[in-house]
């Protein structure tokens, strides 16, 4: 049943997925055991169903070590309707802007959405470092009148990773975790709202992540579209309209692994720290001919991002690892170059075939 | 492979799919054929996925005999992101209000929602009936300067189906067709905008469908949040920010099975009709005992909802049903009673044993 392919998928998302969690959704599009239906043709008002949601909301908050006041939210849209969503619910016109950072292609991405709903103050840009580090803490100075902090923890597109928590404990953080939700533990309790989409590290595309602290709910305006209002969606645990079924049962399924077969999200992180640390360290080795694009203290564990000194030699790259079974390793279109993403379910043994390829490569050439 | 309890599924929604599709999902989830990896790791971005896109947009355009001046946009948030989507994108404060049909359930919904956005004018309501059927045409006096006339095609509650056009052809007709799109021919050309959640007749929940002709985008005011904004989703071939690529696939090998197994709308509207007038035949024979809801003229060929003398007779029912094998005969929880939906993958096979067991239940009881 297994797909070699499958193994050595490098995408940037949507990614790999357990090789447990496909196997048993293959049965479940059949024959779901406990209801003995389709997954695709259960009802989404069925006890199955609310059972599938409450699991998932409490493997997220055991994994994240939050409480019942932070709401668990699984909503469609992806992370670019939250880019909405998220002034709609929290800018005022005339009010005080909101701190964005803009660290690379994705935060890059939010702003324009935001500025459409209200005032935002650029707290800093790293577009004069070609986005190829992120801010030190001295340079942010944070507004303590700002509705809400927001950015990025890790940039997909240029593989820049915060390593710590940014902003200050009385004004809401907001943070876009997209690409390295669940990856490793945080300090979840410290935020107001973390969103990611689900394809990097937890699922399908098709359904997004909120994690909001319950008092921010009174932060909202009275009156919004039912379905881009967090109320009535936490109110009814994400089922106001039909839900994603299918993409919600998946991450059901890839939380259900990372608590039970892996085991938390600080074992997650171990195993994160290995596959990235042996990527970076080939592509160190390799200095005089690989060029990994983030500053040393940036570095993503998600998405390893790098150029060869041509390229011709990335596309004779590229052509090597897809003849060696490895895919997803081109980079983000905007950019070009490479990119390896080691997602969660990419396995060690995944990087260290890459790592053989990388190391090779270089000493044909 | 096989699962009769899937061939006997009548759920409300999501409902059964044909037996082809779940197969080719049940490959596809482990190793899709053309591209060698899990359909959950494939890049929304590939070549592979934009031929998906782009041959469903065809084959829903073939299936709707219209051509490319309507736009087919595949997109998240349900039929319920389209009761505040269509609102945001033609109402205005301070213009005419639309007119709106209330005929049930799920047009009720509609309402409030566009309410909040701008004018509204209630153009006809069924409360006073009960909801148990839909107007005359001389009950409709459509108000020329109206931005558009929203109305519902099949009440998915209530088992109401309009087997006529409404609107006049100067005034952009818009129509929810979540529970009967691509069951039947229609006019398609004559609609400004129809809507369609997949998870009736075409797919899964996670993906709808919105089939719009190209002059309404002129009315769009200047600025919308992007995921909300039907300019950019057509621009980007619903391929804006991450679509539920699964859903679309789904939706693909669907609209193939209609095209190319069925052939098309003439034929499944023919099976349509013979599976509900079996259904109803064995009703109006048991008329001392059973007791369909909607006015004759307005019955629901996807929809057949009915009452037994007594709830406890319903309960009695239900469980006979289940030990038979059948499922998702319980009506809507709005309205409780009996509800068999007839949805396009639901075989005649299926219909004649429910048909059967509605006959003997009835000489027993």
Redesign the interface.
């Known amino acids: ?3 070699p ?2 193994r050595l ?1 490098f ?7 357990p090789e447990s969690v ?2 048993q ?2 049965t479940a ?3 779901e055991p406990d209801t ?3 997954l ?6 069925s006890d199955w169903f609310a059972a599938v949601v409450q699991e998932t909301e409490d493997n997220i908050r055991h994994l994240l070590g939050v409480d019942r006041d932070h709401h668990v939210l699984l909503l ?6 939250q ?2 969503q998220i002034p ?1 619910s929290l800018l005022r016109r005339d009010g005080p802007p909101a701190d964005y950072l803009h660290t690379g292609y994705w935060s890059g991405k939010a702003l324009p ?1 935001a500025r ?2 209200g005032p935002v103050r650029l707290l800093w840009s790293g577009a004069e470092h070609a986005f190829s580090r992120l801010p030190d803490d001295h340079e942010l100075d944070y507004a303590a009148d700002a509705p809400y902090l927001h950015y990025i923890s890790n940039e997909t597109v240029e593989g820049l990773q915060f390593h710590r928590l940014l902003g200050r404990d009385d004004v809401p953080r907001i943070c876009d975790m997209s690409s390295d939700f669940l990856s490793r533990p945080i300090a979840a309790d410290r935020y107001a709202l973390i969103y990611a ?1 689900a ?1 990097k590290n937890i699922g ?4 997004t992540v909120v994690v909001l602290h319950a008092p921010l709910l009174d932060r909202l305006p009275a ?6 209002d967090y109320r009535s969606q936490a109110a009814a645990h994400s089922n ?8 919600i049962y ?1 991450v059901l399924l890839v939380t259900r692994w990372l608590r039970h077969d892996i085991g938390g999200l600080a074992k997650m992180a171990e195993i994160n720290a290995g596959k990235a640390a042996l990527l970076y360290r080939v592509l160190d080795e390799g200095a005089d001919f690989y060029r990994p694009r983030a500053a040393v203290a940036d570095r993503s564990q998600m998405n390893v991002v790098f150029n060869l000194p041509t390229p011709a030699l990335e596309r004779d790259f590229l052509a090597s690892a897809t003849a060696a079974g490895l ?2 390793l081109q980079g983000h ?1 905007a950019i070009g170059g490479l990119r390896a993403s080691l997602y969660n379910a990419l396995t060690p043994d995944a990087v260290a075939t890459l790592a053989t390829l990388l190391h090779d490569f270089r000493r044909r050439h």
Chains 1, 2 share one sequence.
């Open positions: 049943m297994s797909n392919r499958n998928n995408s940037g998302g949507p990614g790999a997925l496909l196997q959704l293959q599009i059949q024959c003995g239906l389709s695709l043709g259960i009802s989404h008002r469609q849209g992806g992370a670019t309707q880019f909405s709609m959405e459409k709903e989409h394809q399908p595309a098709g359904v009156e919004l579209p039912s379905f881009l106001l309209n039909t839900p994603p079924v299918f993409a998946t895919s997803g279109r």
